[in-house]
Each structure stands twice: as C-alpha cells, then as structure tokens.
C-alpha cells in the first residue's frame, strides 16, 4: 500500500511539474526559458508550436507586421534616426482563440542584433533580453488582444533591410498544448532611399561655420559621423582628401580661390562651397 501511494504521489506530482511547464513560457519565452523560437538567423530551428508549449493543428494564425511613421503612414523603407510605431495583428482563419502570444527580434542587413525596441509598449507585454545579447519584444502573460504596438527607432546610418522576425500563438487556454496554434513570419525594411540632392541633404547636415576662410583651418559640425572629406576644383578635380577627418581641417596647402567640399558618410553625402582668401 505505501508503494502504491509513492508511486500515486510521485505521478501527481510529475503531472503539475508537466503542466507547470507547458504553461510557463505564458510569461514570455525569452524571459522566462531564455530562449527564442522566431527562427531568426541564429535561432534554433524550435518555434512555438514545435516545442513543449503549444500544438500547432488549430486557429491556422497569420502573424502581420506594419510600421506606422509618425505621420500615421504605413511604410516599407525606413529614414535614419526616426521614431516609427511597429505593429504586430495576429489573427485567427478558423474559430475564436481565447488568448494570443507573440515574440519578435529585429536584425539589420548583415544579421548582427538591431536593439532598437522603444520604452512605450501594449501592456500586457515585455522587452527580454537574451544572453547573445539580442533584445526581445513578447508577450508577458495570455494577452485577450489580438493586435499591438511598440515604439522603435531605425538606425543613423544605413545598415541595410531591418528584418522584423516574428513567432505567434494563438491558444485556447485550456492549460495544455493541446488545441493551440503557431505561426511564424518575417517583415524586411528596406534602408534609405536617396533619390536626388535635396534627400541627400536632409540625411546628411553639415554646417560649415565660414564659407569665406583665409588659409589655415576649415571649421564644420555634422549631425552624423564623417568618414571622409573631398577638397574639389570648381572644375570638379581632386585637391585634396581628409580619411576619418576631425571636425578641424588643416587646409593651409590651398591656395587663393573657390574649392568645393564633398563630406561623406557610408550613406550620403552633402557640399559645400567655401572661399579660400
């Protein structure tokens, strides 16, 4: 009899462990396993519906990203250094879930980790972190929405297409994996698109503080990193060129007349005439 009741105990208590672990990714899988199931490059191969937590044969879930600008439009290019609202929808093709759950990661053009979540999010969600380093936006309990927003920011500079990658669940909370329903998706943000000077100009801003300057130094501030300097002609020939300049430059070599200054970054360009007295 005291075997039979171990025994009993034992395989009560291995059924809430079980249960317990089946519901424990409700409070979001990157903080509460450490893991992540987007299949975003770097990822394992899990996902939500494949792993421990969920099924995957009910709801048939379509996951959708939009990124709103601060105009209200949505967008499939993004600006440098803007603030845009990212939403995500998960939606159900068959029957009503009683809850839904989601993770999402951004990587820039080269795959390297894009951390770039803002602090104003839906409630009922979180920003986790993982020990790669990579910054999660998910779920933070079995959310009754279907549709939420974050704050994120695009780069400075262009890194390439942004790529949203995304895990959703849509689940019937019965307290097993049974009868729930997982999707995965990707949404790519295409970089800058420069189309003309005035574009060019906006990206890149740099304020030249004399545009007269007799032979010496050549002053200018820029709203973004530098990585070179073109000294021009007006006919358009080389003068003289400044690699990972300061904000300084020494340009007591050239002689009396009009130059042009061509400032570049990986991404843009901006010039500006000066007058060398």
């Known amino acids: 009899m005291h075997l039979i009741k171990r025994h009993?105990?034992?395989?009560?208590?291995?059924?809430?462990?079980?249960?317990?672990f089946l519901m424990s990714n409700s409070g979001g899988r990157a903080n509460i396993g450490n893991s992540a199931a987007t299949l975003a490059p770097g990822e394992t191969t899990q996902t939500c519906s494949s792993s421990s937590c969920h099924g995957n044969n009910s709801y048939d879930p379509v996951l959708n990203f939009?990124?709103?600008?601060?105009?209200?439009?949505?967008v499939t290019s993004y600006e440098l250094d803007k603030t845009y609202t990212v939403s995500i929808n998960i939606s159900a093709n068959i029957g009503t879930p009683i809850g839904y759950g989601f993770q999402a990661v951004t990587l820039d053009g080269l795959d390297n980790n894009y951390n770039a979540w803002g602090t104003e999010f839906s409630p009922g969600t979180q920003i986790s972190e993982l020990g790669n380093g990579r910054e999660y936006w998910e779920h933070l309990a079995l959310l009754p929405d279907n549709t939420f927003e974050i704050d994120w920011t695009s780069p400075s500079s262009d890194l390439g297409d942004i790529t949203f990658y995304g895990?959703?669940?849509a689940a019937n909370?019965?307290?097993?994996?049974?009868?729930?329903?997982?999707?995965?998706?990707?949404?790519?943000?295409?970089?800058?698109?420069?189309?003309d000077v005035d574009d060019i100009e906006h990206i890149l801003d740099v304020t030249?503080?004399?545009?007269?300057?007799?032979?010496?130094?050549?002053n200018y501030e820029s709203n973004l990193p530098i990585d070179r300097i073109l000294v021009l002609s007006v006919q358009g020939g080389l003068v003289q060129t400044f690699e990972n300049p300061?904000?300084?430059?020494?340009?007591?070599?050239?002689?009396?007349?009009?130059?042009?200054?061509?400032f570049q970054n990986n991404s843009a360009h901006f010039s500006s005439k000066i007058i060398v007295q």
């Open 8 to 20: 009993h105990i034992i395989s009560t208590l291995g059924l809430i462990l079980l249960g317990f």
């Open 66 to 74: 939009t990124v709103i600008n601060e105009n209200g439009v949505e």
């Open 167 to 169: 895990a959703a669940i």
């Open 173 to 195: 909370a019965n307290g097993s994996r049974s009868g729930d329903g997982g999707t995965n998706a990707t949404f790519a943000l295409s970089g800058p698109t420069i189309s």
């Open 208 to 218: 030249v503080f004399s545009n007269a300057t007799t032979r010496g130094h050549l």
């Open 246 to 262: 300061t904000t300084s430059l020494d340009i007591s070599l050239l002689s009396q007349g009009i130059y042009i200054v061509n």
